[in-house]
């Protein structure tokens, strides 16, 4: 495992938005391009390991536990067959920030799968898309909308949520991620209805392709779900 080289234009992906607007749906059809691996879970850990004291990374013990502790989280864990996944040789020039570790990581994901850009879909990465943006500047976003009835009708029949807590996390999810696109600017930020994605797949994934920097393919329209 080595430190990611890619062109700018090219670089991870992040699918965001209010849990059950269809941000599973829309990674299950991108893993399905011939360039872009999606990772089947969500990690929720990139916030968390930004935010938490990590101490001097310049120094090799505490950047080495990072790595451990990323490396060994559970998310990854899981989806290495139940165990921790390799600590590079290059650990030490690979990378010495929570976010290219994290990089790291879900790019040796991808190379495994023979595909060179990585896709991730924790919902509420549309919370921290300033910093996230700020720590992979070639990273980009895509924020699926799903009418806010249908949301809030999805977490009662899931979790028993009320509808108003519901609608309120709602705006409040999509409000934040418009406010910190700002961040990031047009070309890294694209929001997708939820409905338009369902009505006019073929039209809607074309427009993501292109934001995407990345050829149309047809089994994009294809789907495991």
């Known amino acids: 495992m080595s430190e990611p080289t890619r062109d700018p234009d090219n670089g991870p992906i992040f699918v965001v938005g209010m849990n059950g607007s269809g941000t599973t749906m829309l990674l299950d059809h991108l893993d399905n391009h011939s360039r872009i691996y999606g990772f089947k879970d969500e990690t929720r850990i990139l916030p968390y390991f930004m935010q938490r004291k990590n101490g001097n990374l310049d120094e090799d013990d505490n950047l080495e536990r990072l790595w451990n502790d990323m490396r060994c989280a559970f998310p990854f864990w899981k989806a290495n067959g139940e165990e921790c996944v390799p600590l590079p040789d290059n650990w030490r020039e690979a990378a010495r920030t929570p976010a290219q570790v994290f990089d790291c990581i879900l790019s040796w994901f991808a190379a495994g799968a023979r595909k060179e850009i990585w896709c991730e879909k924790t919902p509420m990465h549309a919370l921290h898309i300033t910093e996230i943006g700020a720590a992979l500047p070639s990273s980009r976003f895509i924020h699926i909308i799903r009418d806010g009835r249908d949301c809030a009708a999805s977490f009662r029949r899931r979790w028993g949520y009320n509808a108003k807590v519901a609608v ?40 993501i392709c292109r934001f995407l920097n990345v050829d149309f393919e047809s089994r994009v329209l294809e789907s495991s779900r």
């Not at 418009?178 to 074309?206: H, I, K, W």
Request: hydrophobic share 30%; charged share 30%; proline share 5%.
């Open 168 to 207: 309120h996390q709602w705006k409040h999810t999509i409000c934040t991620a418009r406010q910190q696109a700002e961040s990031v600017g047009p070309n890294r930020y694209m929001e997708v209805r939820f409905e338009e994605l369902t009505e006019r797949p073929d039209e809607v994934f074309s427009e």
